[in-house]
């Protein structure tokens, strides 16, 4: 099904409009004058570790050990993860290594 002109605009303006709601309304509902609920200070505790166990589970979830490259890239990709973040405790710049190690092990070793 092809989308009209209007329909297009109607769709790009809607985007727009939910992704500025998701910018704008953790400020209008926690302004800076009052103090930020005990749960949400929880949640920005909990949920990067939360988050680093979900992206775990799904990078692993289709490695076989007694196939192909036995899951060395993605062991390999995990020490340095590990390493860089227990060295620099920077969470992006371990994400980023991990996934730059692993794509060059893939892509040119194994």
């Not at 002109?5 to 727009?16: D, E, G, H, K, S």
């Not at 209008?28 to 004058?33: D, E, G, H, S």
């Not at 200070?41 to 490695?63: S, T």
């Not at 340095?80 to 892509?107: D, E, P």
């Amino acid at each position: 099904m092809i989308m009209t002109v209007p329909q297009q605009w109607i769709t790009v303006l809607l985007i727009a409009a939910a992704t500025m709601l998701t910018r704008f309304l953790p400020f209008v509902l926690f302004p800076a004058r009052r103090q930020t609920p005990a749960y949400i200070l929880y949640l920005g505790k909990a949920l990067p570790a939360a988050v680093f166990g979900l992206l775990i589970v799904y990078c692993l979830k289709e490695v076989n050990v007694l196939e192909g490259s036995h899951g060395l890239p993605e062991l390999i990709s995990i020490a340095v993860v590990a390493a860089l973040h227990l060295w620099k405790r920077q969470t992006l710049l371990s994400i980023a290594a991990g996934t730059v190690c692993y794509m060059l092990l893939v892509q040119f070793v194994f």
